[in-house]
């Protein structure tokens, strides 16, 4: 049996440039506002400093996983349970690899779309693009493109048509 995994996270040099940005803004602004970092003038700041580290660290800790084996593909956005998607491949009509643009297409990264198209993804421009019987679009970013080729090429079987573009 072969077996897809891959596990991505949200590692964007520019991500991590907002943050130390931030993050410097708000030390340098309390140590202005304070004797050394010892006696707070303005505690807002220090309450402005922890509160910035709770998005921060929930982005840098999600995590985008994609499995692609007998039973069919399924993703899940770590730490959010609600994202858990799975997709056997009898309800699957089309399954290919493909460039896309995040911005133009979906307004960039995570999980966007409605009901009927949605992308699941963190970062790159390629996508595995799974459309169900029932014409739904799913896109599901991949920084591997040609290990997912692979292992659909070996499962093209299992749906009625497999498309490459």
Avoid at 24 to 30: G, Q, R
Avoid at 145 to 157: E, I, M, N, T
């Amino acid at each position: 049996m072969r077996v897809f995994i891959e596990k991505q996270r949200f590692n964007q040099w520019w991500l991590y440039a907002i943050y130390i940005l931030v993050l410097a803004i708000l030390i340098t602004a309390i140590y202005k506002n304070s004797d050394g970092f010892i006696n707070f003038h303005s505690p807002i700041l220090v309450l402005l400093l922890l509160i910035a580290f709770i998005p921060m660290g929930f982005i840098l800790y999600m995590q985008l996983e994609t499995r692609i084996d007998n039973e069919g593909i399924s993703l899940k956005f770590l730490p959010l349970g609600f994202s858990k998607k799975s997709f056997s491949w009898k309800e699957i009509d089309e399954c290919y690899v493909r460039k896309y643009n995040p911005f133009v297409e979906y307004g960039g990264w995570g999980i966007r779309g409605s009901s009927r198209r949605k992308v699941y993804n963190v970062s790159g421009y390629l996508g595995i693009q799974i459309v169900t019987k029932d014409k739904k679009k799913f896109l599901i970013g991949t920084q591997k493109p040609d290990a997912a080729r692979a292992v659909l090429k070996h499962y093209q079987h299992k749906k009625l048509k497999t498309s490459e573009k």
